[in-house]
């Protein structure tokens, strides 16, 4: 057996595999944020650690698997953080995850010194405060007294591997996340790292995605649950090893979306993928000689899960998420729009200012029309990012949809109409980054040959294929959803300037 561990933003998707892949049985082991006003977004990197002993144990249980029967371990991490060990390898602080975007003016700094369009051909992303390196720099500068005790920087995926095999590592798909990596040197970038007055020996050593980087420790072996000597493989990002779950190697293979937390579409390329306006970035696959442009969301599935916390706000509501859905069906949105930007947002504004907003509300509007209009609203970002890779020259005429949002046929049906393509559901959905971070592991021990047995172990369920008249009519509407955006942006500006005070207090608040 293998089994995979996927660190989400919500908790740890864990999941047992044959030794050729195949999904035997997951859990999910859930996590807290802490959220708060000014920016913030940070998460303990012991509650990761316990998410991975409690799903191991989990697994094994459900499954009458004995520990010694496992081949192998693997990674799928969440991605652009910053983990901050000191010497002795222990967190100093929270950890700061992707959605944390404090660091507005270091990542300015960056961008005044080496320039914005160099910075995106060197690294394959613009600088922008959701990546790890203006988080450090965030740190550093409000931080000092902690920052003095850093050692080490690292990501999510490879904190819980060192705690494994003692050994600290980063590949590159997980590097490529960080604005500190040169995409085309495979390795640090010194001349970023000297702009932004970082240490280069902060940063792990690189290996590569399927290395076993180590075995589990005999001092560990009791608290996780497996035998000393389980061989551990290093893993990926989770966006990379969500293409590879979704069958997503080569270029033909075509192109994918995750509905999660934050949300993206992306599709395997030979080279790295620069648009002219910047809109989308470009990570190293775990599949070596590829690369997985991307366009990538702030709030995809997290818009979904706040509309429906604050209409149906018991949690011991019976399939409250299902019927809002079920509400919205039928609900007629026109003249109603939702701006997606909860979190501020990267593709395709990049704007750290952004915020979430309803625009064209009337009286008649309720409980479906906002649901709906949450649903359409992250279908219309994702298509802004979609005529990015057209413009291109990547034709995207079907898309394979995992993650948490693709179990909806109503929002699988909404994206098809408004992108006008066709979309397919994956049987392997929910654990698409944990299948990719298995068959990671089996190539990485040599259970498998080569990546590409991942394209067998999850196949297309159904199809939803665009209604034209539909679709004329959200394409009418995408350019209203544009102009809106527009349309607020010196709001949100404007407000960035205007509250400077309030929002820097809210920022230096100390976790409790």
Known sequence: MIIAHDLGTTGNKASLHTTDGTLVAAVTTRYGTDFRAGGVAEQD????????????AALLARTGTRPGEVRAVGFSGQMMGAVLLDRQHRPIRPALIWADHRSAEQADRLNAELGPYEMYRLLGHRVHPTYSLSKVMWVRDHEPENFARVAHVCLAKDYVVHRLTGVLRTDPSDASSTNAYDQQAGDWSQTVLDAARLDRSLFPPLA?????????????????????????????????????GAGIIDPEDGAYTYLGSSSWVSMSASRPLHDPQMRTMTFDHVVPGRYVPTATMQAGGASLEWITGVLRPDPGEEDRFGRLLAEAADADTSGLFFLPHLLGERSPHWNSAARGAFVGLSRHHGQAHLTRAVLEGVAFNLAT?????????????????????AASDLWLQVLADVWGATVRRRTIVEEANSLGAAVTAAVGTGLVEDFRAAR?????????????????????????FRDAYASLEPWFEREKRVNPTTRQAAMQRPSP
């Open 385 to 405: 990012c979609i005529q990015a890779f057209r413009e291109a020259g990547h034709p995207v005429t079907r898309v394979d949809a995992i993650g948490g949002g």
């Open 456 to 480: 067998e172990l999850s196949t297309v369920e159904c199809e939803f294929a665009p209604d034209r008249d539909r679709h004329d009519d959200y394409t009418r509407r995408h350019t209203e």
């Open 45 to 56: 990197p012991a509650a990761w650690w316990r998410a991975v002993c409690e799903a191991t």
């Open 208 to 244: 590569a995605s399927a290395t076993q980087v180590g075995e589990v420790r005999a001092a560990i072996a009791a608290e996780i649950g497996l035998p000393a000597g389980t061989p551990v493989v290093l893993g990926g990002g989770d966006g990379p090893l969500a293409a590879l």
